[in-house]
């Protein structure tokens, strides 16, 4: 693949993420939104009781509305970019798939392993949910988690194209997620916790928000392979251009 194709799927790959962040942002707002606001009510209600009250310095309605839609678009445009990057590479090289396939496999390698697995062991939080003085503790604990998570998804396929051979595609497949489980969960078991829930947030809120976020993700991750396959197939693998018949009138 030549430095002009690559340069062209990855303006696509963005583009493809600034439209699948579009609908990621629809979904924040209209499902995401109502846990938030629950969160803050509590975290308010919690300042007024201890007496403790900073000052807002973007309101809420800013925070909803421009500052999401800012927030997941750009992360849509940087997923893009970098996912179109990775599209370059795995394309012929994980299988004999068309390009649709192979960036909705790659989108979907991609949620699992930069996004699933990570919040499986360090979960979302709404406002009122952490305490700030482990805020970089856990940023980093998360951080690893995800630069484990894919470093592991990279092994379990290299691990399975080298059992194919003698195993079978689908025996190699299945060799290469058992292993790749046995070894997230080691990971999980080993780093250490951080969760710190405060006493009395309610369960219902804490659980909507988690969902919402798992939904925001999939929604973005989901849109970006079904945008992006389209577009890197009419890059890679154009239809023919159909014959152009000219109709001449003759005298």
């Given at each position: 693949m030549n430095s002009v194709t690559v340069r062209t799927l990855l303006v696509r790959g963005m583009l493809a993420g600034l439209g699948a962040g579009a609908l990621a942002f629809v979904f924040a707002y209209l499902i995401g939104e109502g846990p938030v606001d629950a969160a803050i009510a509590f975290e308010e209600a919690s300042s007024h009781d201890m007496g403790a009250m900073g000052e807002e310095l973007v309101s809420r309605s800013v925070q909803s509305t421009a500052g999401l839609a800012?927030?997941?678009?750009?992360?849509?445009?940087?997923?893009?970019?970098?996912?179109?990057?990775?599209?370059?590479?795995?394309?012929?090289r994980i299988g004999q798939f068309s390009p649709r396939a192979t960036a909705a496999l790659v989108a979907l390698a991609g949620f699992l392993t930069a996004y699933l697995v990570p919040i499986l062991k360090y979960p979302a939080n709404p406002p009122a949910v952490g305490n700030p003085d482990t805020l970089d503790q856990r940023t980093i604990l998360f951080v690893l988690m995800?630069?484990?998570?894919?470093?592991?998804?990279?092994?379990?396929?290299?691990?399975?194209?080298?059992?194919?051979?003698?195993?079978?595609?689908w025996n190699a497949s299945l060799t290469a997620g058992g292993a790749f489980l046995a070894a997230v969960t080691v990971a999980m078991v080993f780093l250490p916790s951080g969760e710190n829930t405060p006493k009395g947030f309610p369960a219902t809120t804490l659980w909507e928000f988690r969902i919402a976020?798992?939904?925001?993700?999939?929604?973005?991750?989901?849109a970006f392979g079904v945008l992006f396959g389209y577009l890197a197939e009419r890059v890679l693998a154009p239809k023919p251009a159909r014959a152009k018949v000219s109709s001449l009138t003759t005298v």
């Open positions: 800012t927030g997941v678009l750009v992360y849509g445009v940087a997923i893009g970019g970098i996912v179109a990057l990775v599209f370059c590479f795995a394309l012929g995800i630069a484990l998570s894919v470093l592991l998804g990279v092994a379990a396929i290299l691990l399975g194209r080298r059992l194919a051979p003698s195993l079978g595609n976020s798992i939904g925001v993700q999939a929604v973005l991750w989901a």
